[in-house]
């Protein structure tokens, strides 16, 4: 089996704090994709570079404090690659890739739109430009899973409270129906609900109120993968016994043999010319809410 674990954990000193490598440490996991690292390549000492057998790879944000993704990883990469090419996303540090073989493994960070318009436009601006890319991962034919914090809940059943949220930032009809895209028109698979199509199953909960005891979350971190390998999900979890931050580890487990090769290429994507996209307009909304 391959046990992949994927997490938000909104700051990586702060998880530290909380037990996370402790606890990953006895995971057995071979592939772990975190998001929200809060901190720059001179913050990461060998006590989060290395995890047991575990070695990550990083694309930190050029702002201090600020976004970032890793991928840590018990088997030998052939290729790991920072960003997609567009400055504007690049320097905000939301993507990286690491391939084993025929396996692309890819740590997303999506923007979240809940702290304003302008953020939202940020975020309607990402998912126009990356959704060509979506369909230039499906054509390169290989086998690919995209890991992280997406900030979208796709449907009802994602989130506890959406009748309350329809307009707010994460459950817009917009990214929804831009999520339907990405699964119906390129074939991506959300593969937790390939094994688990139970309500209430959440990855992120406010921290106001009593969201995390009342269990009123979203389910916005996904494992989305090409048809063939979300079709070797065999196993999958939400740990929730302790917690690291303000989302929980989704943890999959599938039947998949990987290929490893000891040669390692580390490349930045070069950058496109920027091409400013034109968002959907969006009328005003507030940030989404944990009770309605």
């Avoid at 071979?30 to 720059?40: F, G, N, P, S």
């Avoid at 005003?284 to 944990?290: D, E, F, Q, V, W």
Wanted: glycine letters at 8%; hydrophobic letters at 35%; a positive charge.
């Amino acid at each position: 089996m391959l046990r992949i674990i994927t997490l938000n954990l909104n700051g990586i000193r702060s998880a530290a704090r909380k037990g996370f490598f402790g606890w990953l440490g006895r995971m057995r996991a071979d592939i772990v994709c975190v998001q929200e690292l809060k901190a720059q390549p001179g913050d990461m000492n060998r006590e989060v570079t290395r995890v047991g057998r575990l070695k990550g790879h990083f694309h930190c944000a050029e702002k201090k404090g600020y976004s970032g993704v890793g991928i840590y990883t018990r088997h030998e990469a052939t290729k790991v690659v920072e960003g997609i090419g567009i400055p504007e996303i690049d320097r905000e540090g939301r993507y990286i890739r690491v391939d084993f073989g025929n396996l692309s493994v890819i740590s997303l960070y999506q923007p979240s739109g809940s702290s304003g318009e302008e953020r939202q436009r940020v975020k309607f601006s990402f998912m126009e430009r990356f959704f060509p890319h979506l369909k230039q991962l499906r054509a390169e034919g290989r086998d690919i899973v995209l890991c992280g914090d997406w900030n979208i809940a796709h449907k009802e059943i994602d989130l506890k409270n959406w009748r309350g949220n329809r307009k707010n930032s994460g459950f817009l009809p917009e990214e929804r129906e831009w999520l339907t895209r990405v699964f119906d028109e390129l074939g991506w698979v959300d593969t937790f609900r390939c094994v688990d199509c139970r309500p209430d199953q959440y990855t992120w909960w406010s921290n106001r109120g009593q969201a995390w005891a009342k269990n009123v979350g979203w389910r916005i971190d996904y494992q989305i993968a090409t048809p063939a390998f979300a079709a070797a999900a065999k196993r999958c979890q939400i740990y929730k016994d302790q917690r690291f931050s303000d989302h929980a580890p989704l943890i999959i487990d599938y039947d998949y043999a990987l290929e490893t090769s000891v040669a390692t290429s580390i490349a930045k994507q070069p950058r496109k010319r920027a091409v400013e996209a034109a968002p959907p307009a969006a009328p005003n909304r507030a940030a989404r809410t944990a009770a309605s």
